[in-house]
């Protein structure tokens, strides 16, 4: 026992000669250490093993930092000096960190009022999915990626894609689109019990319609008189038409025939039961039926003349389409405004056609 008393003496003697070179304020932040490190080991009792917390972290970094190295390697430490000079390169990495980080990460935000215009299109238009609302976007020349209208309906709980079956259309002469024509008959019932049948041609190139005519009879002789207009139509606008699909019909006769290769055009008949050889003109057929036939009351021929006609304008002057790049088949995609002001304070006006059927939007004179 008086050995062991002697012996601590002596040591605490010469630790008290070590202790006067150092200045007041060194000798107050070893104070401070040597607490806070009894202040942690009364808080883990029993514990296996000495866990230092973050905020003990950077308050030992904060007090050590500063003294003399040869300073910290003196004191009784339950970790490394060169543990603790990790612990002050971490919390410094970390306010620059802090300090150097970009305000906003990513793109910026869609525009309000553009979301809302978005939500809008798709509450006034159930069945548009997000390419339709896109196509509509363009129109009023409103620059927007079609992923982002996706994402802004996702995060609504809105279907992107309503109603929408993924198909796949044969690429039938894609390198001689220019040269082709596609027509067809639609049958449809008006109120009076009527059975009307429609005859369409669709240009392959531009996704130009034009309804040729409606009629309850679709005799060989209406059907001809038909064809000789569209003959007429296509040279007074010069057009350069070669090829003319058709499905095999009874009621298309064989004198078509002759009379479109005396124009140039040759007919060319799809395969018996291959819709997908006449894909062009089938896609156009299910636009009329979803977007007009199923959703308008027909009265009787004069009234479905008088629809076809508005729907044929809509379609070849305002609708966009995915396969011209959102344009339509009279007019080119309009150029996005680039005015921030205008683009914040938009003014959408909705034009109704046959009773709010169709809808067109444009921007407020």
């Known amino acids: 026992m008086f050995l062991r008393l002697a012996y601590l003496t002596i040591t605490n003697a010469f630790a008290a000669l070590r202790l006067l070179p150092m200045s ?4 107050d932040a070893e104070i401070l250490v040597l ?20 905020e003990d972290r950077a308050f030992l970094a904060g007090l050590l930092t500063p003294l003399p190295r040869e300073v910290v390697r003196r004191l009784r430490l339950l970790v490394r000096p060169d543990t603790i000079l990790r612990w002050h390169r971490d919390l410094v990495k970390q306010r620059h960190a802090r300090t150097c980080r970009p305000k906003r990460a990513g793109r910026p935000p869609t525009v309000r009022s553009i979301r809302a215009l978005i939500l809008r299109l798709v509450k006034e238009n159930p069945s548009w ?3 339709r609302v896109h196509g509509e976007l363009v129109t009023l020349r409103i620059k927007i990626a079609p992923s982002t209208v996706w994402e802004i309906l996702k995060q609504e709980g809105i279907d992107p894609a309503p109603d929408r079956a993924s198909t796949t259309w044969a690429d039938f002469l894609r390198s001689q689109a220019g040269a082709l024509l596609a027509c067809d008959f639609i ?39 038909t064809i000789k207009n569209l003959v007429m139509d296509l040279e007074d606008a010069g057009g350069r ?61 004069r009234h479905l003349r008088h629809a076809l006609r508005e729907y044929e304008e809509f379609y070849n002057q305002h609708r966009a389409h995915q396969a011209l790049a959102q344009a339509t088949p009279l007019r080119a995609v309009p150029v996005p405004i680039t005015d921030p002001e205008r ?23």
Not at 24 to 27: A, E, F, Q, S, Y
Not at 35 to 54: N, S, Y
């Open 187 to 225: 049958e449809t019932v008006t109120l009076n019990g009527q059975r009307q049948y429609i005859l369409a041609v669709i240009d392959h190139a531009t996704r130009r319609v034009r309804v040729l005519g409606t009629t309850a009879h679709p005799t060989a002789t209406w059907v001809i008189q």
């Open 241 to 301: 038409a070669r090829y003319l699909i058709r499905d095999r019909d009874g009621k298309f006769p064989v004198l078509i025939d002759e009379i479109l290769a005396d124009a140039g055009i040759q007919t060319v008949l799809t395969g018996v039961r291959v819709p997908r050889m006449n894909s062009i003109m089938e896609r156009w057929v299910q636009s009329c039926r979803h977007e007009l036939l199923d959703r308008c009351l027909l009265w009787n021929e």
């Open 343 to 365: 683009i914040t304070n938009l003014n959408i006006r909705r034009r109704d056609r046959l009773s709010g059927i169709l809808h067109e939007y444009q921007h407020a004179a």
């Open 35 to 54: 607490r806070h490190q009894i202040t942690v080991l009364e808080r883990q009792l029993g514990a296996d093993k000495v866990r230092f917390a973050a």
């Open 24 to 27: 007041d304020r060194d000798k």
């Open 129 to 131: 999915g997000y390419r």
